[in-house]
């Protein structure tokens, strides 16, 4: 993710500016904007011109006008005062995923806004990726009045450098993540004062809008936390090694997968969402991470799959009202890592509270890559190091203040890849692939490990 994949999410409309957000709505995509962007409107007809950035043609291009219409494709907030607006519009062909950020308390550092002010769209008489500015390096400050922050643009940019920015997006770009925080409103201050000072909207406050609407908008959260059915073809996209094209081996492997992602049908039977995991697993992060990882898609596939894998091990499907009890059993980490996860986290591993974790429960592990064969569990470290880290532990502050037995002695520590590559890739000679029967019945010998204490 780079700065320039943010003009996939912005539209120029009217005069103003706007933010493209895909939620659950299987037919619409909403366009997050300033509610006095439509001020103006009798200029344009009563029309919304709005223009996007199609990746297909790489050029800007012209949705069909639009006709705000309140309570049908157009909706404000309840308090007047409150300066947002979202419009409701065809659904956009599929875009990179847009996350949302309300962290801005504690990180509030390096933020971008990101819109189509007039003095560049005065520069060319066409609309073109000149019309774009990127006001880098913002600070998010105080709260306000009407729901907004103020934020430091740092360069005392002032009103007539704005004018036309008004519904544009705050951003920024963590990891290969983009976060949207909020929607621009206004210069903070008069014109006597020039300080760069600008006022937003943070992002949650749409929600807002969202209950004051029920039945007509989706919350503004990325698809896939309101359901893993939108996860439904990533799952199980296992790392075949060097059976890829073997053709006495592949397809075998093949069907094997597909027997299982079958079996992710009972995951969605049962009301179970990531919003509703959310809930109970704040604590499943590592010591660098925070909750903005759990919004990130490949977080939630794996979340998915072990949903599956334990599915096939318990013959159970789980619904919201069973996750606490799961997770005092259960845990997942995940690392967004290109690399082995014990590998690289072990040390990681003894800065987590575990203490709402049972004693043999499961820790599952993951990253971005199938696990090193010699570490799907904590078996193929060497004996030694794992002593060293013992001796460790008990001087970190987790154990100062909850005296317990050794994480690694008390819990389970497994890769997911143990129940994915090692199972199905490594023993795929094993499954008799023309009994579905058979092979979910030996599959589920298989997670032995993981059925029910």
Not at 99 to 111: A, E, P, R, S
Not at 280 to 304: A, C, D, G, S
Not at 371 to 378: C, G, I, Q, R, S
Request: aromatic share 10%; charged share 25%.
């Amino acid at each position: 993710m780079t700065r320039d994949d943010i003009k996939n999410h912005i539209v120029c409309i009217n005069g103003g500016s706007g933010v493209i957000f895909q939620p659950s709505d299987e037919y619409h995509t909403y366009i997050l904007t300033a509610k006095h962007v439509f001020n103006d409107i009798s200029k344009y007809n009563n029309l919304a011109k709005i223009y996007y950035f199609d990746s297909t043609k790489q050029a800007f291009t012209k949705l069909n006008e639009i006709q705000p219409i309140e309570g049908e494709n157009y909706f404000k907030h309840i308090n007047k005062e409150v300066d947002i607006a979202i419009l409701k519009i065809d659904k956009l062909l599929t875009m990179e995923e847009l996350l949302i950020n309300d962290n801005y308390c504690v990180d509030c550092l390096n933020y971008m806004l990101v819109g189509f002010p007039e003095v560049r769209r005065k520069l060319k008489p066409e609309i073109c990726l000149d019309w774009i500015r990127y006001d880098v390096g913002i600070e998010i400050l105080q709260k306000k009045e009407n729901e907004r922050r103020e934020a430091d643009i740092s360069k005392n940019q002032n009103k007539q450098e704005l004018i036309g920015s008004s519904g544009g997006g705050i951003f920024k770009i963590i990891g290969d993540s983009l976060f949207l925080t909020g929607i621009q409103n206004q210069m903070a201050c008069d014109d006597d004062e020039q300080l760069g000072r600008i006022e937003f909207t943070p992002i949650e406050v749409f929600n807002e809008i969202v209950a004051n609407n029920s039945g007509e908008l989706e919350t503004i959260n990325p698809p896939y936390l309101r359901s893993f059915s939108h996860l439904e073809s990533l799952i199980f996209d296992l790392d075949l090694g060097i059976y890829k094209g073997i053709h006495s081996a592949e397809p075998i492997i093949n069907k094997l997968i597909m027997l299982i992602k079958s079996q992710a049908k009972n995951v969605l039977a049962s009301d179970v969402t990531p919003i509703s995991i959310q809930q109970f697993n704040k604590n499943m992060l590592l010591p660098h991470q925070n909750y903005l990882e759990q919004q990130k898609k490949i977080y939630w596939v794996r979340w998915f799959e072990l949903l599956t894998i334990l599915h096939i091990a318990r013959q159970k499907i789980y619904n919201t009202i069973d996750l606490p009890a799961l997770f005092s059993e259960v845990w997942l980490l995940y690392s967004d890592s290109n690399k082995d996860f014990l590998q690289s986290h072990l040390h990681d591993l003894l800065k987590i509270d575990f203490s709402k974790l049972e004693e043999d429960g499961f820790v599952i592990v993951s990253s971005n890559v199938k696990a090193d064969e010699k570490y799907t569990d904590l078996s193929g470290i060497p004996s030694n190091i794992l002593e060293e880290y013992k001796r460790e532990y008990e001087l970190n502050d987790i154990y100062i203040n909850n005296a317990s037995e050794h994480p690694f002695d008390k819990f389970k520590f497994i890769n997911i890849s143990a129940f994915k590559e090692a199972i199905v890739v490594d023993h795929y000679l094993e499954f008799d692939i023309s009994n579905n029967s058979e092979c979910l019945r030996k599959l589920g010998e298989s997670y032995e490990c993981l059925k029910d204490k």
